[in-house]
């Protein structure tokens, strides 16, 4: 039987001023997904879009997420 290695992903800590459960599991799934539009996180994360603009608005405001064209990726 073939041996298989499952490469780890490094997850930094989410941001301890991140108090709502659905900012954590955007702003985690942002991080290892690399960036994700909209569609791609209601689809995903299985949350409303108004949800999601809320979300991303408050991560927004708080510099964790920028919008680049159609997705939005954690910020530098």
Known sequence: MASQT???????PVPDDLESA???LVYIYLEVAEGATIEELGEILAMKKINILSV???LSSAGYVEQAESEYVLAN
């Open 6 to 12: 499952r490469r780890r992903a490094r997850i930094d």
């Open 22 to 24: 659905h900012a954590k």
């Open 56 to 58: 991303l608005n408050s």
